[in-house]
């Protein structure tokens, strides 16, 4: 497989807000977002979804809302859902399901950040 051969992917990508609040909310996910993008060398041209989910001790504002104001994001797929309440769940959680077009041989990286890494250790970018 060449670089020039795409492959749809399934990215995933985590991370904590540090409140319940649109400015923490809204930090939260331009950092996880960018981290998604630049990691995984992303245009808006090729990231075909992307959900968010979100604990339920998070209800300021929408993470979709957010990333939709992004430039070029029009075109994006985005949606917004509550993340299954389990108790001893990670708090103030944002996480993102995204697909993506990636060249064949490029391996995808998945950015857990803030206390999310305790969900992914193995993945973790510590900050």
């Not at 979709?64 to 917004?80: F, H, I, N, T």
């Not at 959680?93 to 041989?105: T, Y």
């Not at 995808?108 to 250790?121: D, F, N, S």
């Amino acid at each position: 497989m060449n670089n020039s051969t795409l492959r749809l992917v399934g990215l995933r990508a985590a991370t904590t807000s540090a409140a319940n609040t649109v400015a923490a909310i809204q930090i939260a996910v331009r950092d996880l977002i960018d981290a998604l993008v630049e990691e995984n060398a992303l245009t808006p041209k090729r990231i075909v979804s992307v959900t968010f989910s979100v604990t339920a001790d998070l209800d300021a504002c929408f993470p979709a809302a957010m990333a939709r104001q992004r430039p070029g994001w029009d075109g994006v797929a985005l949606l917004d859902c509550q993340q299954m309440a389990v108790q001893g769940d990670l708090e103030r959680c944002i996480r993102i399901l995204a697909h993506a077009w990636m060249p064949g041989d490029r391996r995808p990286i998945h950015p857990y950040r803030g206390k999310a890494y305790l969900l992914r250790p193995d993945r973790s970018n510590y900050d």
